[in-house]
DNA sequence: GATACATATGTAGGTATTGACATAGGAGGG
DNA sequence: CCCTCCTATGTCAATACCTACATATGTATC
């Protein structure tokens, strides 16, 4: 089982939903800290179910191509459930920003703040749909997401490591762009 | 180019380094968010060589075995200058940890907050590293991390995104642990 | 003398992921 | 009627990365 694997029990472990739903929820900045594209999904669907841990059936669509929608099993409900708590491998932590400011003393100053400036602004605009969704959750979930048992809440958590790590980030930017400004 | 090439370069900008030198570099949490393994270092060293970014003279040792000293060449130093400011691709965040936490309502309350709990403790200490970067940073380079062109401000510039990271992710798995404990 | 460990450099095989190619039906606009 | 876009499912080749294998020298410990 890849992590990938686990990620789209999770999201069948919520709805039922086909390859192309699933290509969608993984796109950013909709997929939590994980995405992947229709190409690596597809073939993973097929791995799950011949596993046992996913079934399908076709929906005939008359307005559009059918689709395979997929359905969670119970024995995949209890796999990905085991492997939430299950011990987790060193995270694998990997920025390219952070790897260019390491090496920013050799760029070109004005450069390097435009784009320094740029990143802080796509940060933001990522922390303010965090934040928005945040919103959503807390006034139509206000019960759930106090609830652990319920994915309301699993979501709502999720969403608040998206805030923190956005707000952080774009902090951070600013702080360089500041840097490099100076004098 | 690959990234692990320009990170290499980046490294070697500051000083020459042998292949193993690097690889212990670039193992966490020394490596400041990208990290690689000497079987892929080593290679990639002979890609950077064979475009002549880089040179490398073998040093006789007679305590330890002889190994190949790396140095950046002026083509290296301006191939890395430039990229620091080229467009960024979209950053691809996977974060495992997280997408458990959105898996979490299926799982054993329990073994959940121990896991997260564990997970606290993990960045708390990976947090308390960084801060005690900074302040070496601060106390042995208080003059040279406010100009932009020294590599101890790239340096401090990336040591501060650890110690926000780090920080930011402690209070996170903190903030679970207290909404798994509740009640 | 044997064993383990740090230094030092490499290769080989496998996996996860990406980007491009491929096909197809229906909707909407020009 | 053509072109584009969204929906929908798939394959293929290349790449980035990891795990394990492989070798060699010197030091420290039992």
Chains 1, 2 share one sequence.
Not at 4 to 29: H, T
Request: charged share 25%.
């Amino acid at each position: 089982m890849t992590t990938l694997g686990f990620a789209l029990l999770g999201l069948l472990a919520r709805e039922p939903l086909s390859g192309y739903d699933l290509a969608q929820q993984l796109k950013k900045p909709v997929g939590f800290f994980w995405h992947a594209r229709h190409s690596q999904i597809y073939p993973e669907l097929a791995l799950l179910e011949a596993e046992g841990l996913v079934t399908h059936r076709v929906i005939d669509q008359t307005d559009r191509p059918d689709k395979k929608l997929y359905e969670i099993t119970g024995q995949g409900r209890q796999v990905v459930g085991d492997w939430v708590t299950s011990p987790l491998p060193v995270p694998a932590v990997r920025d390219e920003l952070v790897l260019r400011a390491y090496c920013v003393w050799l760029a070109d100053r004005g450069r390097a703040r435009a784009m320094f400036e740029e990143q802080a602004r796509i940060h933001a605009d990522s922390l303010a749909h965090y934040e928005a969704i945040k919103a959503w959750f807390e006034a139509e979930h206000h019960e759930q997401i106090r609830d652990i048992t319920s994915p309301h809440f699993a979501g709502y958590a999720a969403v608040m490591r998206g805030v923190g790590y956005e707000r952080e980030y774009t902090e951070w930017c600013r702080w360089v762009v500041t840097m490099l400004a100076a004098e």
